[in-house]
């Protein structure tokens, strides 16, 4: 098969960062090839390399965000690339870009697939309302990444609906279990700086708690965004500077991993939670808010600990009791291991594959008027 992956930017997040993996995944299977399409000229350019490297087809539409009014010609740009390319399937992995494929591909008799990465992707605006209309009538399968990310796109929906849940997946093989000793504990949490969603000013709150208990740590915050001035503002005021570091983007998580002892997201809202798994695939100890699919990835008590939403005194409580008990982190970090081996990008790759060939013998039957 020939499969044409369409995504509206490609820049270092956990949706990209998964499409990086299948395509790496990809390169060995000379039975199917994938195609990288970006709508928009957002693109992390480290990201690219590496994607470059995997020998998979890339096209950029190059795209200026902006001006809504451009989307019709990118349409009409799209088409001509399918209508060259003609691809088994098409996967979309945006509501945006969703919307770009759903006109590019009618009377193409193409498959188009859509995953949804998280929840929450359509508001109740007209615009939204009309988008998840098109979305539902106009999908072949639809891929959700975790069960929350499932009833929430199903909420209201009375017709059946061809949904699969596919938990996103990492490769197991990057990733080296943590055996440093810090003579400081270091906490490590990756994600965008944007606070309102992934709620790092709650564990920099935590964090002033915890060092008001006397309990010596650092903390690296990676990864930027929106909210990086904001929160170095609050590192400051909450005394913490000289403790946590914010590192900005970088390329090499998994070495800033396996050199950390804890791992916490304190996400508000998160559809799955990408590097929860690479956490846990570094044999840290891991804590994360109890909502979505982090609370669906870690048991709590089990492969690792949940704290309330929002609640930083809780976090707190979570944080310190792992920094004072060397035992418990050993215990979680060993559930960890255990817990992600069931997350391998190669078990991702298969029910992909599955996916696409279902989509593909229900239109070819359809379109045959065989069944």
């Known amino acids: 098969m020939q499969i044409v992956h369409f995504v509206t930017s490609f820049e270092l997040a ?50 200026s965000p902006g001006n809504p009014l451009s989307v019709v010609s990118y349409i009409f740009k799209f088409r001509k690339l399918l209508t060259v390319c003609r691809p088994d399937a098409v996967h979309v992995h945006h509501n945006f870009s969703f919307l770009v494929a759903f006109f590019a591909t009618r009377f193409l008799r193409i498959p188009l697939i859509y995953t949804l990465h998280a929840p929450r992707l359509y508001s109740s605006s007209c615009f939204n309302r009309i988008s998840k209309w098109l979305a539902q009538r106009g999908t072949d399968r639809f891929i959700a990444i975790s069960e929350p990310v499932k009833k929430d796109f199903l909420d209201g929906t009375t017709r059946p609906l061809p949904i699969t849940t596919v938990p996103n997946g990492i490769d197991l093989g990057e990733f080296s279990v943590s055996r440093c000793e810090n003579p400081v504990l270091r906490i490590v949490c990756v994600a965008r700086l944007d606070h309102e969603i992934k709620g790092q000013d709650i564990l920099i709150e935590a964090l002033a708690i915890v060092r008001g208990r006397s309990l010596p740590f650092t903390c690296q915050l990676i990864g930027d965004g929106p909210s990086r001035s904001y929160l170095e503002k609050l590192v400051k005021v909450r005394g913490l500077a000289g403790m946590v570091e914010f590192t900005g983007v970088r390329m090499n998580v998994a070495d800033l991993l396996s050199g950390a002892d804890l791992f916490v997201l304190p996400s508000r809202y998160e559809g799955f939670g990408l590097v929860i798994l690479e956490a846990m695939a570094s044999g840290l100890p891991v804590i994360v808010s109890n909502v979505d699919g982090p609370a669906e990835i870690v048991e709590d008590g089990r492969s690792g600990l949940h704290f309330k939403s929002g609640d930083p005194d809780d976090l707190a409580d979570k944080i310190e009791g792992l920094l004072t008990d060397a035992g418990s982190r050993r215990r979680y970090a060993a559930a960890s291991l255990s817990r992600v081996a069931g997350y391998s990008i190669d078990l991702v790759y298969e029910a992909y594959l599955g996916i696409y060939r279902d989509a593909l013998e229900s239109r070819n039957c359809a379109t045959s008027r065989l069944c």
């Open 14 to 63: 956990g949706l990209e960062r998964l499409i990086y993996v299948l395509c790496r995944r990809n390169s060995s299977d000379s039975a199917n090839r994938f195609t990288l399409a970006i709508l928009n000229d957002v693109v992390d350019e480290n990201l690219m390399r590496a994607m470059v490297q995997t020998g998979t087809e890339i096209v950029e539409l190059k795209r």
